[in-house]
């Protein structure tokens, strides 16, 4: 079991930038691939982006591809979400999730895979 907690999230306007952080807990940190996924009011909750535990693989949705990026510290236990050129349909709770396999995965999309989850940050994109 690891703990998560998402922070970097805020109020910002259309086509700025935020760097949301998932910092987790354990020495094990680097055996795990981790997952980011949003939910917006009243809709499923949305895969982003996954990296596996050593950082050599990453997946991201087509929605956010060319916008949004991932990247991890293991030195840090700490795992990044690079969101650029904000929208306002990017305005949401955004969650990590930790994967014990450690791998980027076909069900790497699928929430139900991940073991544990963060709280989540709000980001609120708006004029």
């Known amino acids: 079991q690891v703990q998560l907690v998402e922070s970097g999230g805020g109020l910002v306007q259309p086509g700025d930038s935020l760097r949301l952080s998932c910092a987790a807990s354990g020495r094990t940190f680097s055996t795990y691939s981790i997952g980011w996924f949003r939910q917006a009011p009243e809709k499923d909750r949305e895969f982003l982006a996954a990296i596996s535990g050593d950082g050599d693989s990453t997946a991201i949705t087509g929605s956010v591809k060319g916008r949004f990026a991932i990247s991890r510290n293991n030195a840090k236990n700490t795992v990044y979400l690079q969101m650029n050129s904000l929208k306002p349909e990017d305005t949401a709770v955004y969650y990590c999730?930790?994967?014990?396999?450690?791998?980027?995965?076909?069900?790497?999309?699928?929430?139900?895979?991940?073991?544990?989850w963060g709280q989540g940050t709000q980001v609120t994109v708006s004029s």
């Open positions: 999730a930790a994967d014990k396999s450690g791998l980027i995965r076909g069900s790497s999309y699928n929430l139900d895979s991940y073991d544990d």
